[in-house]
């Protein structure tokens, strides 16, 4: 049996709160030492992007946070939405054609 987080944050979320705010840094302030643009962390801490590789190095590389642990809550946020997602999506599981002797 598989278990699955009912609603993961998108990571976002826990960078604002857990990063940003907690070392008392405004946006333009913590873009500027990430070495990223404002309106591109802002973005990723409104939800509205996706937490890239490049962008959870950088946060690793200037506050400590491990990059794999950023990415694993990008990795669950994403599965969560496409489940959430899984009733609009029409497949029918792949059956091969019998094969002729």
Do not use: C, W
Not at 51 to 75: H, I, N, P
Not at 85 to 93: D, P
């Amino acid at each position: 049996m598989t278990m699955r987080m009912l609603n993961p944050a998108h990571p976002g979320d826990f960078i604002r709160t857990e990063i940003i705010d907690a070392h008392g840094l405004t946006v333009t302030a913590a873009a500027r030492a990430l070495g990223v643009s404002r309106p591109a962390l802002s973005s990723l801490l409104n939800g509205k992007a996706s937490l890239s590789g490049d962008m959870a190095l950088r946060l690793e590389k200037a506050f400590g946070v491990d990059m794999e642990t950023l990415m694993r809550m990008q990795s669950s946020y994403d599965i969560a939405q496409a489940r959430l997602r899984e009733r609009t999506i029409r497949v029918r599981r792949y059956q091969p054609a019998p094969a002729h002797a």
